[in-house]
């Protein structure tokens, strides 16, 4: 081990300046608030950096993904955004409708297409957010993520299916999912 | 057998590898041949690449700036 650097599992500057932006980017689609989510990022490094947990089994990102994750529930709790009805509302009737329009392939296009869901991801049921945000964004494990959603596999996989939908169904109407 | 909206109901999972069996390849089978679900599983691969994509998008986009007073 070279002088200077951390011991193995223990993490460094370098770890947390490198993971810093990806946790403030997750955490502002989960809460929709710059600040708030300035915030719970603050408050993730400090539990990070004083936990003895992290045993370098796991990537950095992952690790503080989910502390961050918790921290976000824990948020939305509290602010009155976490209904325990979520589940078990009856899927909208659009989720299973057609797709529209043709889109032309393009780095505009997919820039484009970046921007409608990410506008998109702020209307989803909170847990719908955060499902999408941690399997699909953040690569988290369907174990973890039903762990920080505090839901069953079975639910898990519902919430996904619909917050995938109602995205599609967004970058259908923007006009950017391609026919047939 | 299942109908399109049962198969539909299942492309997200069979999109992340969780269907096994017969199950998994009727889906997989449903979807290629039907034009309909067809267009709705291309769709939703779609969206779960962009979804990919914002991983290494850290950077706050026009979509989640505040308006400009």
């Known amino acids: 081990m070279a002088r200077g650097e951390p011991p193995p599992g223990v993490l460094s500057d ?26 719970l990022v603050q408050e993730t490094l400090l539990a990070a950096v004083a936990s003895p947990s992290f045993e370098g089994r796991s990537r950095v990102r992952t690790w503080l993904i989910g502390i961050l994750s918790h921290k976000v529930v824990d ?11 979520d589940v078990d ?19 505009l296009a997919r820039r484009q297409a970046m921007d409608v869901v990410q506008r998109a991801l702020g209307d989803l049921p909170p847990r719908e957010r955060l499902a999408v945000l ?28 619909r917050g995938r939908h109602r995205l599609r169904k967004a970058l259908e109407h923007a006009g950017m999912s391609r026919s047939p | 057998m299942l109908g399109c909206h049962a198969v539909r109901e299942r492309l997200s999972d069979e999109a992340d590898g969780q269907l ?7 889906v997989r089978f449903h979807a290629r041949i039907c034009p309909t679900c067809k267009a709705v599983k291309r769709s939703l691969d779609e969206t779960v690449s962009v979804l990919h994509a914002l991983r290494d998008e850290p950077e706050e986009s026009e979509a989640e700036k505040p308006p400009r007073s």
């Open chain 1, 14 to 39: 370098a770890d947390i300046r490198e993971a810093t932006p990806a946790l403030r980017a997750y955490a502002r689609r989960a809460v929709g608030d710059a600040a708030v989510a300035a915030d």
């Open chain 1, 75 to 85: 948020h939305l709790r509290s602010a009155g955004r976490w209904r325990t009805t």
């Open chain 1, 89 to 107: 509302e009856a899927a909208p009737a659009d989720l299973l409708d057609l797709p529209a329009h043709p889109s032309p392939e393009s780095a």
């Open chain 1, 134 to 161: 941690l399997i699909d964004v953040e690569g988290v494990e369907r174990t973890e993520t039903c762990n920080v959603l505090g839901v069953q596999p079975t639910h898990l996989r519902i919430l996904l299916h």
């Open chain 2, 20 to 26: 096994t069996g017969w199950r998994a390849f009727y």
